[in-house]
């Protein structure tokens, strides 16, 4: 598999998801809830979801797809091609803003990010990365991240994480809004990991997001030098759900050792 062309065909296809998806505001949204009252999915996501593996199972039969709305494969291991898959991260912003919104696209081969895709609809704007070959902002590299001194940096956080909850001790997440120069939450997880690679923030983390959330901005932060764990400072699980931290080499550091504790 030529992996450039896999790259045309993966951006040609998310150029073409995004018409449909601005198209869509010309048309009534049907709103369903999933787990619970604020997990919200529009037949948009559903639509869109299908429209890519319409397009993959036909041009590619053995390649897999792991997506958020399950039409999908069901997918236990990484072996061979695995499209992970949000067909709009940030389905909220969607809903209330028309704007903060992402398709998220990684292609994994064995396990190994090979392709990863960002593209924030409403700005037009499609970052990409290629394993081993740079990251890039439309047509422009990405230089890598730098140093950030915490006292100096932006963190990206959901402010969910900072009122006490049943995952993280909430004086450590005290202790670092008080100390970071602000903080942010976007609402869209590909559009706040969007941000750390390409400086806006220094910092992104979450308790709780999953593979197709995060997949493609894994491959992206690799080739930009910035760095992705688990809360816990594990690498991450891509066949289930995960806490996240992506954050400038160093800040990460400082985060997960003096910051963040896990109940
Ligand atoms: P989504 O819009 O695709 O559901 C919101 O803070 C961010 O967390 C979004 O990227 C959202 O993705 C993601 N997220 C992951 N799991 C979620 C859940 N159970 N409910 C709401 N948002 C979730
Ligand atoms: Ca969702
Ligand atoms: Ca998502
Ligand atoms: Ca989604």
Not at 159 to 168: C, D, F, G, M
Not at 210 to 225: L, R
Request: a negative charge; one cysteine or more; hydrophobic letters at 40%.
């Amino acid at each position: 598999m030529d992996i450039h062309k896999l790259d045309k065909y993966a951006k040609s296809l998310i150029k073409e998801a995004a018409g449909r998806i601005k198209a869509s505001f010309n048309t009534e949204l049907i709103i369903e809830t999933k787990s619970e009252a604020n997990d919200l999915v529009t037949n948009i996501d559903k639509e869109t979801e299908q429209f890519f593996i319409g397009h993959i199972k036909r041009d590619f039969p053995d390649h897999r797809i792991f997506g958020e709305e399950g039409f999908g494969d069901n997918i236990q291991d990484l072996n061979g091609y695995v499209w992970m898959l949000d067909p709009i991260d940030g389905t909220m912003n969607f809903i209330h803003q028309k704007k903060n919104f992402a398709i998220s696209l990684g292609i994994y081969k064995d396990g190994v990010g090979i392709l990863g895709y960002i593209c924030n609809v409403m700005e037009d704007d499609l970052i990409s990365a290629s394993l081993g070959e740079g990251a890039y902002f439309n047509d422009l590299r990405i230089p890598n991240v730098e140093q950030a001194r915490i006292e100096q940096s932006i963190i990206g956080i959901n402010a969910s994480w900072v009122v006490p909850n049943k995952y993280i001790e909430h004086e450590g997440m005290i202790e670092l809004v008080q100390t970071v120069r602000g903080t942010r939450s976007y609402g869209s997880a590909a559009i706040e990991i969007a941000y750390v690679v390409t400086g806006k923030l220094d910092a992104y983390m979450s308790m709780r997001l999953s593979p197709w959330d995060i997949a493609g901005g894994m491959v992206v932060a690799k080739e930009v030098g910035a760095i992705v764990t688990n809360l816990e400072d594990k690498p991450i699980n891509l066949l289930t759900q995960n806490t996240f931290l992506v954050a400038k080499p160093g800040l990460h550091k400082e985060l997960v050792t003096n910051y963040i504790k896990l109940k």
